[in-house]
């Protein structure tokens, strides 16, 4: 326990400063007018589809991190609050429609989040005895447990099929009928800024403050006076109804919810999205979730292998990195402070540009080594790059290997300088 | 009751397979206060390890060198990865594990393909041992047996009576005392993690033949272990035996008695409905044993964790 007691700057309570529950207003005047001009600049339907695939992601990264970067709870099985919040809002919709009530579509995300708070509170009960592993083990073994059911329990869950619904149903909302995606973009839009700043304000009530410390030390927490348990308990019920909501999103964007929303793999990439965009931030599972489903979506069309390179890649930030996207963004800070950031340009432009050509080299010999083992027989052609060659010769091997070696070579040899250039922006006063 | 011995022999088999994971599971759990998710990836390495060098040299020797190269693979994990994350704190290290067991499972993909591998019982064990009323026992399941029992023997004779298990035993509970005392801890934690990975191995070896050697196989596995470990109680190696035999032979005797729960229902006098179609429980009434015999163990821990916390052999509150 000795070395908790010690402050350092790369825990993120340290760093973080308790403030009011007033917003700098600033970032999400801008973030508000991003959303809006976003549709204005990709204007296709595929990018549309993108970016509410990103905002759901958003939401549902910023649900989790509650619990994972504000909490210090490790869950495992977190996709069951979203996947039940998007199956009882899609229920939902079925009863209005089969029932003509008249029912605004934009609510129905609330009521998503309502269920996954009321589940959240059932599993909570028992769950946030503890944190660390058992914590984790119990919710692995409930995220089983409901990953299972939804294929026992077809009244709900729709077996294997899972459910559908429309969104077009019944009573426009001040004559918006949501047939189009531009008005479901912003009906996400509208539900992704509302969770945002309230996740904001709730880490800034005592609640999200006395998360912070239960997380950090738990026993000295109960020693002033607060039960660890119940501030456990009332994050993970937050944490629960943003997921809903996230859940009800999902519902209205997609019309279809399968047991895929539940499981294991959606439980695992969720955690896979906010702690590549890092944890100790609350903006960082935000980038992590824009990051993350660029990355999915475009270099899924690109290659194969795509889970190869971002498994590396997240393998890569825990090692290196564990601040994350948004940690790595939060060390310069103290460079620009000092005004000396300038000075990191060049060396940057050094190492990691080569560094970058290397990784490429590196990543086009796994490709052509994937398609010499696993394509067609007879089928010798692959187009990497923009370039088509022929996959059993001698020449691109060699070419993607020297590329691969000088690029990383150059890197590692700039390194040092880089480091150099680092620690001197990063020193007061003159030259060290 | 013949049904019965069959069924006996069957879940044995399942839960000494079962324990051979657990037990490296557990051994490093008590070492490093962190699960290790990548731990069913290492069973599934050793499996695709034995075929491929089943494919050249036979099962016998693949039997020998798989676990051996998984073990090393396990140490290399642990001394350039683990010991890297240490710092940073356990959720980190559990993440790391998590990844890992991600990245595995593609680069398994990547190499050998999404399809199931021909990984066969070797020839000389592909005969019937003996039968029990008509159901015949292959000799590859007594086999299998027989390879855990051994090693589980071993593994308890190392840890408590030789030189060699007196310092893990030591180095787990005081490390600094331990390291106080001369000797290296940094080594100790990365031996037990490869021997914990070769153990895996050795399970993927065995069980490859017997339950298919594909790229899900870790999946499968991954999260019972999990569950059996925190079921015996983490760090407990006799624990970890009595859950693996638990929920093997739960989950054997679950598949093959068909116990309808409307049976259970109607036994404790609650009447069917009689329109089942429209019943909003219509699920709850037909869900027989077979088909929830996959879900028991986590009924089982999630029951465990809530009543009995450390497990039922567990000593400490993790």
Known sequence: MSDQLTTDPSKPAQRMRAGSMTLTLGPWIVAAIALMVMPYIFTSNSALTIMNQMWITVVFALAYNMLLGQGGMLSFGHAVYMGLGGFFCMHLMNYIEDFGLAFPLPLLPLFGGLFGMGFAMIIGSFSTSGAGTRFAMISLGVGELIAACSVIIVAFFGGEEGISGDRTYGLPFFGVEFLKQIEVYYLISFWLMLSAVLMYLFSRTPVGRMANAVRDNPERAQFLGYSARWVRFYSFCASGFFCGIAGGLFAISYEILTEENLNATSSGVILLVTFLGGVGFFFGPIIGAIAFTLLQTVLSLQTELWAIYVGALFLATVMFFPGGLAGLMMMHVPALRLGKASGLVMPYIKTLIPGAIGVLGVCALIEMTFHFRHAAKGDHEMTLFWTTFDSHTVMPWLIAGIIAAVGLGVARATAPAMKEAWDEANTAGGAS | MELILVNVIDGLVTGLLLFMLSAGLTLIFSMMGVLNFAHASFYMLGAYFAYQISLAL?????????????????????????????????????????????????????????????YDIPDILNFTAFSIAGNSIPAYKIFMIFISVGIFMGLLYVLTKTRVGMIIQAALSYPRTVEALGHNVPLIFMGVFGVGTALAGVAGVIAGPVLGTFPGMAFVLGSIVFVTIVIGGLGSLWGALVASLLIGWITTFAKSYNIAMSDILNGIGIATPENLSDNMFRDLWTVTSPQIADILPYILMVLILIFRPAGLFGKRES
């Not at chain 2, 704190?89 to 398994?108: C, D, R, S």
């Open chain 2, 58 to 118: 036979g099962f016998w020797v693949g039997l020998l060198i798989a676990p051996l190269i998984v073990g090393v693979m396990g140490a290399g994990v642990e001394r350039y990865g683990l010991r890297r994350v240490h710092q940073y704190g356990h959720v980190p290290e559990l993440i790391f594990t998590f990844g890992l067991a991600l990245l595995i499972e593609e680069l398994v993909q990547f190499v050998w393909g999404k399809n199931q591998m021909a």
